[in-house]
């Protein structure tokens, strides 16, 4: 990554967090990339009001998941940064930017396609990705998180992409007239996890590392289409009419 890159993303975590973390967090004022940027359109704060606005927060809330209207962003104002879910990278960064909050996840999940019913295996992916990684920063990173919230309970309406896409944890059917709420698989699995309260040492969540026997197999497999023409002679048979 060149000082460059470097440099475009952090102006675009100052766009997106440092526009309210840096002055409650910090110092009262706002980011320099947004004051050298947009000079004419943000205040200026006196030192009362500075010394006044830092400080003012219990925790630091944090939003995190795909941002559908993204993609209606002008291409300058994305300043080169894609989507991605890696949060703990994320957690990190925050606890080293402004001064290790404690940081409480008030939303977060992704979404899916809205034909997708109650087998939600995708949502339930990243839900457990997603929660996996804030343990890490948490137990690896010394993160001080102190909750975390899953978005949402039930589907709904999404912004620019209507009845489209799904983040319920249950599914709604919205062309039936009582719509009622069913649980989908994440719903189960998330339930689960806030009985277990996160990941217990069971050998089912336990990396594995070792070697396969000499004598095992290994093989790849691969699939085509053979495609044959056969000629059957075709016999015209006239018939007199009497």
């Known amino acids: 990554m060149t000082e460059h890159s470097i440099r475009e993303c952090q102006k675009s975590l100052d766009f997106v967090l440092g526009w309210f973390a840096k002055p409650v967090f910090i110092d009262g004022d706002y980011p320099e990339s947004m004051k050298n940027n947009l000079s004419s ?12 606005i830092k400080g003012t927060a219990d925790f630091f809330a944090l939003s995190f998941g795909p941002t559908l209207s993204f993609q209606l962003l002008d291409p300058q104002m994305k300043f080169r940064q894609l989507e991605s879910p890696s949060l ?6 925050i606890d080293l930017e402004y001064n290790h909050p404690q940081i409480f996840i008030v939303e977060n999940g992704w979404y899916v396609s809205g034909t997708t019913k109650r087998d939600d295996a995708k949502y339930m992916y990243y839900l457990k990705k997603f929660i996996m990684e804030t343990l890490k920063a948490v137990r690896l990173d010394g993160v001080d998180v ?3 919230t899953a978005w949402s309970l039930m589907d709904g309406f999404e912004w620019h992409r209507g009845y489209s896409i799904r983040r319920g944890l249950f599914y709604v059917d919205f062309l039936s007239q009582d719509k009622k709420l069913l649980p989908k698989s994440s719903a189960l699995f998330y339930q689960k996890l806030i009985e277990k309260n996160g990941f217990p040492p069971l050998p089912e ?6 070697t396969f026997p000499c004598d095992f197999a290994w093989g790849i497999v691969d699939n085509y289409i053979q495609v044959s023409q056969l000629t059957k002679p075709i016999r015209s048979v006239t018939k007199p009419y009497h």
């Open 88 to 93: 703990r990278q994320l957690l990190s960064w």
């Open 205 to 210: 969540n336990q990396p594995l590392e070792g």
């Open 41 to 52: 359109l943000l205040p200026d704060f006196t030192e009362s009001e500075k010394k006044f």
């Open 146 to 148: 102190i909750g975390y």
